[in-house]
């Protein structure tokens, strides 16, 4: 039997079909260290599950639940301290100490939750980022603990062992790989698991109307604090996760308010309380941020001939473009808000239903 | 700590103020009239800046001077984005309508970092570090000058939005877009007007600390913070409420940084926020409303 709220989404379950091209998928996915040794692409695919982590997390309050949290820096930047903080002053290896950082960022979030929550609409986004802010200046102004402005760079990452055999030493770019590749599937399986849960149908019941769901009977506080609760233990491991790839934080890299802003936009690009919308966000920012970033786009306008490379265009486009790489995230919001209100996947979704009207 | 130097964070607290109340008051339209948060506000105002930097240093017109230039064009560019993007997603969920503005201030503050890099630049003018000496107290001139401008400005405003049929129109939008429709106004039109209005309101603040601040394109982000919670704090389209906000947001800063310290000072200024939301969300002047 089909429920309605999967009919009312246009959400199917698994067909045998759908699961083995999953696995199929996810295999080759887990395979594909074994053939590609570039470091480059790797480190794309591990920022892509980076984001992917990221989106999943906010999708869980704000795309299912309906929150829209403009803070989950102060998540990011929980688990990223947290694990850093343990790492480097008490020489905890960080596979125990993102256990800190996801608890710092919990409690972190019934703080937030339950002074946020009472408020709605556009007055809760303004409290979430009044949090975050407050999070991002404390840690500023701590120094003892956090090191401040300086930030904490991580000198040492202990290998790996069990037992005696060492798995990995961390040196190359793969066993990064293979964390967040095996993250981002845990964050998909959470997202789905909830999905088809009782609790998924509370937090859209939440998010359609919060006043029906309350008198259906639904605890708006308690629910809506049990999904921010899960949004930030899955933001806080990806924050985590950056620390130790990226073995350098500091407030302005992990806190602020413009990370907040990217994961948002990563679920809303791709479509929110969807389970694949975030990994759609992060197919498209990723690779476009990125090719900015390293220059491609620039260099690729100058062999193309279209820009002289000598010229003043040409100058310019080297100089500045990677600088901007966040203009893109601008341009995309501006044109998914306006053209594509339920994301990329929602317009594919619309464009395939129309198409198949159009065959019948 | 003696007497006199809380006098003079006092002072100073109210005279900045006034400017925090430009933006303030620039947002609480914008917000009255189309019940848009305006996440892009504190890029206005730094798109202001710009254009003052630029008159200043290519033309040579003195900051204060070229508001007269600086007001039209902010409104002319606030104008063409309500007519092009703002106005196609009213109406439509909150959240959308702040992601939209939240993505248009990532374009400006983008777009000026390609164009003119994110180096920080300063105007210096003869007069940006001069003071007033009163008594002991000495009172930062530049920031008096602004002063004097923001309330010219502030009370203009008012006699415009009370006395004039175009700003009568303003406000009957802004209590009952629809039965302002059914009245025959032209809402599309007044939207547009008080966006224009908003944004030139923000320009003139970037203009008026220019010479006081640094110039830089993130220095947007910042201020949106600050003029939401200048909004907030005096009741989210009250016009009265964010000048009254902007002066005591003004005053908490500048006395808590000598009270307390610098690094807390914002803080502080988020904490008074968050308890304004939850103990009284309709703001200090919540209920009447422009």
């Known amino acids: 039997m089909r429920n309605p709220i999967t009919q009312l989404t246009g959400q199917q379950g698994l067909t045998p079909v759908t699961t083995i091209i999953a696995l199929l998928a996810l295999a080759s996915l887990y395979a594909i260290p074994c053939f590609v040794e570039s470091p480059y692409a790797l480190h794309i695919m591990i920022l892509l599950f980076l984001s992917t982590i990221m989106g999943e997390g906010w999708n869980i309050i704000g795309g299912y639940a309906g929150q829209y949290s403009v803070g989950h820096a102060a998540y990011f930047g929980a688990g990223a301290y947290g694990t850093l903080i343990l790492l480097n002053m008490k020489g905890i290896p960080p596979w125990y100490g993102v256990w800190a950082g996801i608890g710092a960022a919990v409690i972190l979030s019934l703080i937030i939750g339950n002074i946020c929550f009472r408020l709605r609409g556009p007055y809760f986004v303004l409290a979430s980022i009044a949090v975050a802010e407050i999070v991002r200046l404390t840690v500023l102004n701590i120094p003892s603990i956090t090191n401040g402005a300086e930030g904490i760079l991580l000198s040492d990452l202990p290998p790996f062992k069990i037992g005696e055999r060492v798995i990995t030493d961390f040196i190359s770019k793969v066993p990064f790989y293979y964390i967040g590749l095996t993250l981002a599937v845990f964050t998909i399986l959470v997202t789905w698991l909830i999905q088809n849960s009782k609790l998924g149908y509370y937090f859209q019941a939440i998010r359609e109307d919060q ?29 985590a996760f950056y620390a130790i790839y990226v073995k350098f934080i500091d407030p302005t890299t992990v806190l602020p308010l413009d990370l907040s802003v990217q994961i948002v936009l990563i679920a809303i690009i791709g479509g929110i309380g969807t389970i694949f919308g975030p990994v759609i966000g992060a197919l498209v920012l990723v690779p476009l941020s990125e090719a900015l970033r390293s220059n491609v786009i620039a260099q690729s306008l100058i062999n193309s001939g279209l820009v002289k490379e000598d010229s003043g265009m040409g100058v310019f486009l080297k100089e500045h473009l990677a600088h901007a790489h966040v203009l893109i995230y601008g341009i995309l919001v501006v044109v998914v808000i306006l053209f594509m209100p339920d994301g990329v996947l929602g317009f594919i979704k619309k464009l395939a239903a129309r198409r198949k009207r159009g065959d019948a | 700590m003696t007497f006199s130097v809380l006098l003079q964070a006092l002072i100073s607290g109210i005279l900045i103020g006034g400017v925090y109340a430009l933006i303030g008051i620039g947002l609480t339209i914008i917000f009255g009239v189309m019940r848009v948060i305006n996440f892009a506000h504190g890029d206005l105002m730094m798109v202001g800046m710009y254009l003052t930097y630029f008159l200043f240093t290519l033309a040579g017109i003195d900051p204060f001077v070229s508001i007269a230039i600086t007001i039209p064009l902010m409104f002319l560019f606030g104008g063409i984005l309500q007519k092009v993007f703002i106005n196609r997603i009213l109406g439509t969920l909150p959240q959308n309508q702040i992601l939209l503005t939240i993505g248009l201030g990532l374009i400006m503050s983008n777009a000026m970092m390609l164009a003119f890099t994110s180096d920080y630049k300063i105007l210096t003018t003869s007069y940006s570090s001069s003071s007033i000496n009163l008594g002991g107290i000495s009172i930062s001139q530049p920031l008096t000058v602004s ?136 703001g200090l002047m919540g209920k009447s409303r422009m």
């Open chain 1, 211 to 239: 006043d029906a769901a309350h008198s259906l009977g639904i605890n708006l506080n308690f629910y809506k604090n049990v999904a921010l609760a899960i949004s930030a233990s899955l933001t806080s491991l990806a924050g």
């Open chain 2, 147 to 282: 002063f004097v401008i923001t309330a010219v400005i502030t009370v203009f405003l008012y006699w415009f939005l009370m006395k004039t049929d175009t700003g009568q129109a303003i406000r009957a939008t802004a209590q009952d877009r629809e039965a302002a429709q059914l009245m025959g106004i032209n809402v599309k039109w007044m939207s547009i007007l008080a966006f224009g209005i908003g944004s030139s309101l923000a320009g003139t603040a970037g203009a008026l600390i220019s010479p006081t601040y640094y110039i830089f394109p993130q220095v947007g982000s910042a201020f949106t913070l600050k003029a939401f919670v200048i909004t907030v704090l005096g009741g989210m389209g009250s016009i009265v409420g964010a000048t009254l906000g902007g002066i005591i947001i003004g005053i908490v800063e500048s006395v808590g940084a000598v009270t307390i310290s610098s690094d807390w000072k914002d803080v502080l200024v988020f904490t008074i926020f968050l308890l304004v939301l939850l103990i009284k969300p309709s």
